[in-house]
Every structure is written in structure tokens, then in C-alpha cells.
């Protein structure tokens, strides 16, 4: 009997000094995270510094081939930190370095994605506009569905949006059989 009073008390023992254990793990974790992220950032921060110094203007330059890298490495901080609050951020910064470059195509496939992951994302406006810009003037074939979506959508979760903007919307979604040429040679 006090072997098993023992077992038990031994088993409880075991028990509860693991799940302290993986607190400890999940912190550790979290702070080693929290750190992963800063020098992300960081690291991003420093290539933009870099781009700027290397421009004659001092603005911010660069050519194709420096904007995919530049854009992944803040999709970097997306995949690696995908529940941080940076993540949908640099996923929007990707989208116009893409878009920047003219890399109109994987520019709205990330933009796409930051709209469906995350939905509360505070210039989530912005991007809904641009995806129905750029599938309406800049993506070839152009995708009229898409740009109906994506105006419904930002007219639809924006009721208190300036009425000239909200009106010249609703006006190209009256037209939006018509490519974009053609709305605006209409409207002159």
C-alpha cells in the first residue's frame, strides 16, 4: 500500500514539475522570439539605410532586382513571426516593393494573402483599394471579378469613407465592364 501511496506521489511530483517546465520553455521561447523579431527589423531597417545612402537623391532607389530582395526580406518577417503585429505590416511593404517594381502579379498574390490572414490589419483600406486598382489597370489579362470584389468589399467595410471617394467607386463598379482606358474616356 505506501508503495502505491509512493507511485502516486512521485507521479504527481513528475507531473507538476514538467508543466512548470514548459512555462519556462514557452517564455524562453517567447523572449527569444521577441528578439528574432527586433533584429529582423532591424536587419530590414539597415538594408533600407543602405539603399538610401547608395541613391544620389538620398530617397529611397532601387532596380528589380534589388526590390525582390529587399521584398523578401520582409516576407521573411511574415513567415517567421506570423502572429506578430509586424508581420502584416512588412507583408503590405512587400506588396508595394513588388508593385513599386512593377512586378504587378506576385504584388496582388501578396496582397491577396495579407487580406485573407489578416483581416483587421489597420490599412486593410488601402490594400482593398490598390488590389482593385491594380487587377483593374496593371494585371494582364485584367480580372474585372476581382476588381468588383474588391471595391464591394472596401465600399462595403468602409460606410464612413469620404462620399467624393465612395462615389467615383461606386462609378467605376457602374462601368466596370469597361477597361479602365475606357471608363476614363468615357468620363472626359
Do not use: W
Not at 494573402?113 to 494585371?139: H, P, Q, W
Request: proline letters at 3%.
Amino acid at each position: 500500500m505506501k508503495n502505491i501511496g509512493l507511485v502516486g506521489f512521485l507521479g504527481f511530483l513528475v507531473a507538476c514539475s514538467s508543466g512548470s517546465t514548459d512555462e519556462k520553455t514557452k517564455e524562453v521561447s517567447s523572449q527569444v522570439s521577441e528578439k528574432g523579431l527586433e533584429e529582423s527589423v532591424k536587419a530590414v531597417k539597415a538594408f533600407e539605410d543602405s539603399l538610401k545612402a547608395a541613391s544620389k537623391t538620398g530617397t529611397l532607389e532601387f532596380s528589380p532586382e534589388t526590390a525582390v530582395v529587399y521584398a523578401e526580406k520582409c516576407l521573411a518577417i511574415t513567415h517567421r513571426f506570423p502572429k506578430s503585429d509586424e508581420a502584416p505590416r512588412y507583408m503590405d511593404k512587400a506588396h508595394i516593393i513588388f508593385a513599386s517594381a512593377g512586378l504587378n502579379q506576385r504584388s496582388v498574390m501578396i496582397a491577396d494573402s495579407l487580406i485573407m490572414r489578416y483581416s483587421t490589419y489597420k490599412n486593410r483600406a488601402m490594400v482593398l483599394e490598390s488590389l482593385a486598382g491594380s487587377y483593374d489597370v496593371f494585371v494582364k489579362p485584367r480580372q474585372k471579378d476581382k476588381v468588383k470584389l474588391y471595391y464591394e468589399l472596401l465600399l462595403k467595410e468602409n460606410p464612413k469613407m469620404d462620399p467624393a471617394q465612395r462615389k467615383q467607386i461606386e462609378k467605376r463598379l457602374k462601368y466596370v465592364d469597361l477597361t479602365f482606358e475606357e471608363f476614363i474616356s468615357k468620363a472626359n
